[in-house]
């Protein structure tokens, strides 16, 4: 149910004395949808208001602004002005102290809240305790010669091992044959033939087969030794 005209009037009327601003009918609308209000009832409480002198207005064209009167405010001197502006400024002031001072507080509470509690300090405690014994455990059975690695284990990674020298040795033997074919009858300098194909031998990039292939035996005579 829409208000009564003059409950309509008494709601523009507190509205443009409170917004204290040049206003048209439709912003006067636009924020007063909350109660009901159609435009033609309130463009006809602002003419009402305007005519009986509560409210000031001008036209510009076929459009209305509309203004709350200035005399009914207590408009102050400079002096008042003067003491505004301190009190305003002593107002700031403390509310920048008030600020800072949150921002500390919140510091604080961000700084107690990264912190381990009693629980967690203890329970970190007993897995670090846990992990100290694991690795003395461990370094227990090095120094005593125990061998770590379970021999299924170590079968399988020399097996492995054998086969990729095994290969490096049969890769490294088709290269020759095939190298010898293309040379034989060249009569460009190997050294530099070899150079602009971008070909590497084992030496040039500090590789030995025959190391890593000693190393093998070594592990294998190492095994049987102990």
């Known amino acids: 149910m829409a208000p009564k005209s003059d409950n309509t009037e008494a709601i523009v009327l507190n509205y443009v004395n409170e917004q204290n601003r040049p206003l048209n009918s439709q912003n006067v609308a636009d924020s007063l949808q909350k109660y009901n209000l159609k435009k033609a009832s309130i463009q006809k409480a602002l003419d009402s208001l305007a005519d009986s002198g509560k409210i000031s207005f001008k036209e510009y064209g076929k459009q209305k602004i509309y203004l709350a009167r200035q005399d009914q405010f207590n408009i102050p001197n400079n002096e008042e002005l003067a003491s505004m502006k301190e009190e305003n400024a002593k107002l700031q002031e403390h509310l920048d102290q008030q600020k800072k001072a949150i921002t500390e507080v919140e510091g604080e509470i ?117």
């Open 110 to 226: 961000k700084s107690l809240q990264s912190n381990l509690t009693l629980e967690q300090i203890h329970d970190k405690e007993a897995k670090l305790r846990k992990e100290v014994k694991e690795m003395v455990d461990k370094l227990v059975k090095l120094r005593g010669g125990v061998n770590l690695v379970r021999p299924e284990e170590k079968k399988a990674v020399e097996a492995m091992y054998s086969e990729k020298i095994s290969l490096w040795r049969r890769r490294k033997r088709m290269f020759k044959d095939l190298w010898d074919a293309i040379t034989e009858n060249s009569p460009k300098d190997l050294k530099e033939f070899k150079e602009e194909l971008g070909i590497e031998y084992d030496e040039d990039v500090g590789v030995n087969l025959q190391s890593f292939s000693e190393l093998l035996q070594h592990g294998k005579k190492r095994a049987r030794g102990q």
